[in-house]
């Protein structure tokens, strides 16, 4: 008898492969982050992380520059980079959906090996992109209804569904033209310590 997703952990993991490329994807039922106060203080991951902005706008401040990231907009924390997500004070809401996904070291043969190096290079050279097709929020709400169903051959879809979205991700990455690229801010909008401050204030105000 199968299991149902209730008997599921709430994280699932899966390994994907698209030719010469190996993903570890970790991805959640709470797929879709939506928060009044949506605030998350300098922190950092192992994996890669692509946050994609549904709905409203968000400040992202890394080690390397600042960004403002809108709706439609697909944002890659790489690993090991600090990195805080701020809604704007006049935002009303956010809606961002994520997930985490670790690029393996695949020494198959030469051409893998390439292949991975390759991406690695592409994304640890880009943070924020538009996605102008709409492809990523389609995924998403899939995977959202995948989730939802219950059912034991979800799992299945929701694998099939983030192979289809991280094809999507490497055609972006290597196909948008410059002015998908979202530009850093040239002069930060926040020293770290502010931002940390703000966070603090945030946090207090709501466990008051």
């Given at each position: 008898m199968?299991?149902?997703?209730?008997?599921?952990?709430?994280?699932?993991?899966?390994?994907?492969?698209?030719?010469?490329?190996?993903?570890?994807?970790l991805?959640?039922?709470?797929?879709?982050?939506?928060?009044?106060e949506?605030?998350?203080?300098?922190?950092n991951h192992?994996?890669?992380?692509?946050?994609?902005?549904?709905?409203?706008?968000?400040?992202?401040?890394?080690?390397?520059?600042d960004?403002?990231a809108k709706?439609?907009?697909?944002?890659?924390?790489?690993?090991?980079?600090?990195?805080?997500?701020?809604?704007?004070?006049?935002?009303?809401?956010?809606?961002v959906?994520?997930?985490?996904f670790?690029l393996?070291?695949?020494?198959?043969?030469?051409?893998?090996?390439?292949?991975?190096?390759?991406?690695?290079?592409?994304?640890?050279?880009?943070?924020?992109?538009?996605?102008?097709?709409?492809?990523?929020?389609?995924?998403?709400?899939?995977?959202?209804?995948?989730?939802?169903?219950?059912?034991?051959?979800?799992?299945?879809?929701?694998?099939?569904?983030?192979?289809?979205?991280?094809?999507?991700?490497?055609?972006?990455?290597?196909?948008?033209?410059?002015?998908?690229?979202?530009?850093?801010?040239?002069s930060?909008?926040?020293?770290?310590?502010?931002?940390?401050?703000?966070?603090?204030?945030?946090?207090a105000?709501?466990d008051?």
């Amino acid at each position: 008898m199968h299991k149902s997703l209730e008997q599921f952990p709430p994280e699932y993991r899966f390994e994907i492969r698209i030719n010469n490329l190996l993903f570890d994807v970790l991805i959640g039922e709470n797929t879709f982050l939506t928060t009044d106060e949506f605030t998350f203080m300098p922190h950092n991951h192992s994996r890669y992380e692509l946050l994609y902005v549904n709905e409203g706008h968000l400040y992202i401040h890394t080690d390397k520059a600042d960004y403002i990231a809108k709706t439609h907009d697909v944002f890659i924390a790489h690993p090991h980079e600090y990195h805080t997500v701020l809604r704007p004070a006049s935002q009303y809401r956010t809606v961002v959906c994520a997930l985490s996904f670790y690029l393996e070291e695949n020494h198959a043969d030469d051409k893998a090996k390439i292949a991975t190096q390759e991406l690695r290079k592409v994304l640890n050279n880009t943070h924020v992109f538009r996605d102008d097709s709409n492809t990523f929020y389609l995924f998403f709400q899939q995977i959202k209804t995948a989730f939802s169903n219950k059912q034991p051959c979800c799992l299945a879809a929701v694998k099939a569904l983030i192979t289809a979205l991280l094809v999507s991700l490497v055609q972006n990455l290597y196909l948008h033209s410059p002015n998908k690229l979202i530009p850093a801010i040239p002069s930060r909008y926040m020293e770290r310590e502010e931002i940390i401050k703000m966070c603090k204030e945030k946090v207090a105000q709501r466990d008051a």
